[in-house]
Every structure is written in structure tokens, then in C-alpha cells.
């Protein structure tokens, strides 16, 4: 695997959906998702494509996309996180 790119510490907001979708008649509504606001780590792995993975730093939120591109897997970290400023890590091996 190698570190291509990395974003640490993006603070995000999980949560806080309104309810969507159809409820029977005189149904309660329900209430929103729970907010949680922490800060998490964003990386662009190379390994067969490009690896988007992310995780909160208290761990408890973790997740990871496939890419054929870079370009790609900026672009998704961007629309799901807003993520800007990555830093390079061109010349790092991980394992």
C-alpha cells in the first residue's frame, strides 16, 4: 500500500437526518438522528485503484470507497466531506 494523499483531524458533523420517507396516518414523527461532531482522519490509499478510507479519531465512525482514479476519490471525500487541502504523501510506504 502506499499513502498518496492524507487530510488529519477535518472536522465533520455526523447525523442530525430529519425523518424521510412514508409513515402511516396520526403517526408520531420521529425524531432527528442523533448529532455527533468529531474529527476525522481522510486518506487516498494506492493499492489496485485508490482507496478513499476514513475514520473518526474516537473510532467509532469508519468507512472506505474504491477508485480507479485519484481525481476520484478527491472528489468523493470533497462531496461527502467537504474535504479540501490534502497533503501530499507521494514517497511513504505503509503496510
Do not use: C
Not at 430529519?18 to 438522528?33: C, D, F, Q, V, Y
Not at 482507496?51 to 473518526?56: A, C, M, N, Y
Amino acid at each position: 500500500m502506499k499513502l498518496v494523499k492524507q487530510i488529519i483531524g477535518k472536522e465533520i458533523q455526523f447525523g442530525g437526518q430529519e425523518h424521510e420517507g412514508w409513515l402511516p396516518p396520526n403517526a408520531s414523527l420521529p425524531k432527528a438522528t442523533s448529532v455527533e461532531k468529531t474529527k476525522i482522519d481522510i486518506r487516498i490509499i494506492e493499492e489496485g485503484g485508490y482507496i478513499l478510507e476514513w475514520q473518526s479519531q474516537s473510532g467509532s465512525k469508519v468507512g472506505d470507497t474504491w477508485h480507479e482514479s485519484v481525481e476520484e476519490a478527491e472528489k468523493q471525500a470533497k462531496n461527502q466531506f467537504g474535504a479540501e487541502g490534502w497533503e501530499g504523501e507521494d514517497n511513504k510506504e505503509n503496510a
